[in-house]
């Protein structure tokens, strides 16, 4: 296929997915913690304090900057102004993304499964719901995908030129988040694991040119960041995952539920390995995934789809070790920490799906002749989309966390009703955003308890009736206060429903509100 024909369809691809996330986005609430942390962050980048966006910072800073600079273009004051450009940010990327994911199953499996793998990556639901949100995630997954992708051509010839481009693209991976760093480990271990295999090995020179640049230029790029920030992450999940520092505790925010004291390191792992085996399950889905398993009997023989086929297979051997690594020492892992592995499994469903279209008109229709057989595969191709679309069209299209706008409204009200230097308890932390009010969160909840001056909580049901020691201490603040509003007004099913409580009392006691219901979430 041309040059042409392959820019035709990223184009077409690009325009679909672009409408797709613009669809999503307006559609959005946005009520992820670590959004309002990158926004934050792009704000300090904006103001100029980089100390205080780079050195100070839990994230990296790469998704903030991009923030940062979408705001500075388009413009605009207030939160609804900061939050449009960290999704336009978001999205962009994802709109992006399409390119490497297009080259990814292009190197790896040839044209016809090219734009397959990118339909089918768009397809489930979760792709197109992290790239509209405020997530870093499509900001990293453009520069990991494009650093596999040009690991990929280097491991099929050795030319130094895409593996300098795989360290850049790794190096950028990394300024996004800690895990960019899998990338050149894995292929670092590839050049080692070759020693063992005669028939995979790069001539002597050009291996050791390649160990040699593999072990300086990620310092080079990474070295100074690392040392900034004394460690390759300042996140407690990094440590956590290292060894550097103890499981967190029982009752932990990031928690999905709460440890059993008396757990043992066995039973811990195996309830982590099977969170991981749920979280690629949502980032792939179990269709897809047998497609992807079917596509190990298309694999080819030649050297060079040896070399790469071991080079993933150490990415996502490593990364499904690190995610139950992750949840036995953090207690959570959730679909979009499972991307790293879905995108190359879903490019591989792609390849599964074209082989087995193949070997079915191949095997009832070998008369027909090859444009005939094209017209077939094209045909059962096009069900199988369809039978997709049937499947995951109203996941793929439904809004996100549309239960979850009475923050957004809570905020709003905050504006309208309270003082500027109002302090809120929000322990999401969205009402005190979109209302700006200055506030605590998870991390000062016990200094906002013993603060004379705190003027308001926000809280929806689940925070006011669950068992963890937030709740509790949620409950201790909030006493027999009755709201002074809630939204929705009336409880609706699978809305959360968001309460504000003044603290002061002058408006609880004029409420007529009545409290929750603490037996319902």
């Not at 990338?183 to 694991?193: I, V």
């Not at 239960?403 to 929000?426: I, K, N, T």
């Not at 705190?454 to 603040?477: K, M, T």
Request: with cysteine; charged share 15%; glycine share 10%.
């Amino acid at each position: 296929m041309s040059l042409q024909h392959h820019l035709i369809r990223i184009g077409l691809l690009m325009s679909a997915v672009a409408a797709l996330l613009i669809w999503l986005a307006l559609r959005t609430e946005v009520m992820y913690g670590d959004g309002l942390r990158y926004v934050a962050q792009a704000q300090a980048i904006e103001q100029g304090s980089w100390s205080e966006a780079v050195a100070r910072a839990v994230d990296h800073p790469a998704y903030p900057l991009a923030i940062a600079t979408v705001h500075r273009l388009s413009g605009g004051n207030g939160p609804i102004a900061w939050q449009a450009a960290a999704q336009a940010a978001s999205m962009i990327v994802g709109v992006l993304l399409v390119i490497p994911l297009y080259l990814f199953a292009l190197e790896l499996y040839g044209t016809p499964t090219a734009w397959l793998a990118c339909v089918l990556t768009f397809l489930v639901p979760l792709t197109g719901h992290v790239l509209a949100d405020v997530l870093a995630e499509g900001t990293f997954l453009l520069f990991w995908m494009t650093g596999c992708w040009t690991a990929l051509r280097f491991l099929r010839d050795g030319r130094t030129v895409w593996l300098v481009a795989t360290i850049v693209f790794a190096g950028l991976a990394y300024m996004t988040r800690p895990e960019g760093l899998l990338l050149p480990l894995a292929l670092t271990g590839t050049l080692g694991l070759m020693v063992c295999r005669p028939g995979l090995r790069f001539p002597w020179p050009m291996w050791g040119r390649a160990v040699l640049l593999l072990s300086a230029g990620p310092l080079l790029l990474a070295g100074p960041y690392v040392a900034l920030k004394g460690g390759i992450g300042t996140k407690p999940a990094v440590a956590r995952l290292l060894g550097l520092s103890a499981r967190s505790p029982a009752m932990a925010v990031e928690r999905e539920r709460p440890l059993d004291p008396n757990q043992s390191t066995l039973t811990t792992y195996v309830v982590a390995g099977r969170a991981v085996a749920r979280a690629v399950l949502g980032a792939v889905s179990p269709p897809l995934l047998v497609l992807a398993i079917v596509s190990l009997f298309a694999a080819g023989g030649n050297t060079d789809r040896g070399r790469k086929d071991l080079f993933l297979a150490l990415i996502l051997v490593g990364w499904l070790l690190a995610l139950v690594r992750l949840h036995a020492t953090g207690g959570y892992c959730t679909p979009r920490h499972a991307l790293i592995f879905a995108l190359p499994a879903l490019a591989a469903a792609a390849k599964g799906l074209d082989f087995l279209v193949d070997r079915l008109t191949a095997r009832f229709f070998a008369g027909a002749t090859a444009r005939g057989r094209a017209q077939l595969s094209g045909a059962m191709i096009g069900i199988c989309l369809g039978a997709g679309m049937v499947l995951y069209g109203r996941d793929l299209i439904a809004p996100i966390n549309p239960g979850f706008r009475g923050y957004r409204q809570a905020g709003e009200w905050l504006a309208a009703h309270s003082p500027r230097d109002a302090r809120v308890l929000d322990l999401k932390g969205w009402a005190t955003f979109y209302g700006e009010r200055a506030g605590y969160t998870f991390e000062e909840l016990a200094q906002a308890e013993h603060d004379p001056g705190l003027g308001w909580i926000v809280a929806h049901d689940a925070l006011l009736i669950g068992p963890w020691y937030y709740c509790e201490a949620l409950r201790r603040v909030v006493g027999d206060r009755s709201p002074v509003q809630s939204f929705p007004a009336v409880r609706r099913p699978e809305i959360a429903q968001v309460h504000i409580f003044e603290v002061s009392g002058r408006l609880a006691r004029a409420g007529s509100m009545p409290a929750p219901d603490s037996r319902r979430r």
